[in-house]
């Protein structure tokens, strides 16, 4: 490729974080430009997948310890914005008792994001609702860990 072309294509990338900028937040745009927790996980003590009224699904993976939150990754065929409320849903969680993570509604996550545009609010709602069912996964398969293989994928 010539340099010509990268430089073209630095270009229209810098002029879309230029636009993006004028929409959301600084919070939005750097968990746009780096989703650190998308990613599926293996054997995770807790796992679910919900699907919004929008059809975008979503499905988040949990590691436990004693209960507590270690790790988090989420995978979604959703928009940008919902890769960022999933990002924002997975760094919330991280380190908290099941207890405090379900109080990660999507108002917690909207707030943490400095917002969303109105018509991607309901993003914040399917990554909330997508830990809540993960948190209950984990739950009713803590002491049967036998129901994990026989899980839905
Ligand atoms: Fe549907 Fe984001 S657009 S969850």
């Known amino acids: ?8 294509i630095e270009e229209i990338q810098a002029s879309i974080i230029r636009d993006a900028r004028k929409i959301y937040s600084e919070k939005v745009i ?14 995770p003590h807790g796992r679910a997948t919900i699907t919004g009224p929008c059809g975008d699904t979503m ?24 890769i960022v409320a999933g990002t924002m849903a997975c760094e919330l969680a991280i380190g908290r008792t099941i207890k405090d993570a379900y109080k990660i509604s999507d108002e917690v996550i909207l707030e943490s994001l400095d917002g969303l545009p109105d018509e991607s609010v309901h993003c914040a709602l ?21 129901r994990r293989l026989y899980r839905k994928k």
Request: with cysteine.
């Open 59 to 82: 499905t988040i993976f949990l590691e436990m310890i004693d209960d507590k939150i270690i790790d988090a990754r989420f995978v979604t065929d959703g928009c940008m914005t919902t």
């Open 126 to 146: 399917l990554a909330s609702n997508t830990l809540k069912e993960t948190l209950a996964d984990y739950l009713s398969s803590k002491n049967e860990p036998w």
């Open 30 to 43: 750097e968990r746009w430009l780096n989703p650190k927790y998308f990613g599926e996980m293996e054997n």
């Open 1 to 8: 490729m010539s340099v010509e072309f990268d430089k073209a």
